[in-house]
Nanobody, 126 residues
């Protein structure tokens, strides 16, 4: 059974940096997609950074110049380096993985994901 465990979330001042990690276990082949999502209080979940099996990475517009996602397949770990954090980045951050081949779906824009972590809270104060 696939397990995803996020870590690294904490409280930080605006302008600071954090690195989230997502340790994955319970599988023997590389997922098609792994990504970072977040849900802020009172808002819907949104995609933050999505990584494709071929190495492509896409970002939410507001994260493009500040966040950097990376995927270490040898360690089965997904990372999200977040810089220049803003109060509006405050949210629960989740990592997700999808092992299902889904013709017609890219890794971003509404793809359903099979497996989810429990989340890691990031709070940015002004």
């Amino acid at each position: 059974q696939v397990q995803l465990m996020e870590s690294g979330g904490t409280s930080v001042q605006a302008g600071g940096s954090l690195r989230l990690s997502c340790a994955a276990s319970g599988y023997t082949y590389t997922p098609y997609c792994m990504g970072w999502f977040r849900r802020a209080p009172g808002k819907e979940r949104e995609e933050v950074a999505m990584t494709f099996k071929d190495g492509t990475i896409t970002y939410k517009d507001s994260a493009k110049d500040r966040f950097n996602a990376s995927r270490d397949n040898a360690k089965n770990t997904l990372y999200l380096q977040m810089n220049k954090l803003k109060p509006e980045d405050t949210a629960m951050y989740y990592c997700a993985a999808d092992f299902t081949r889904r013709p017609g779906y890219s890794c971003n824009v509404g793809r359903p994901y099979d497996d989810w972590g429990q989340g890691s809270q990031v709070t940015v104060s002004s």
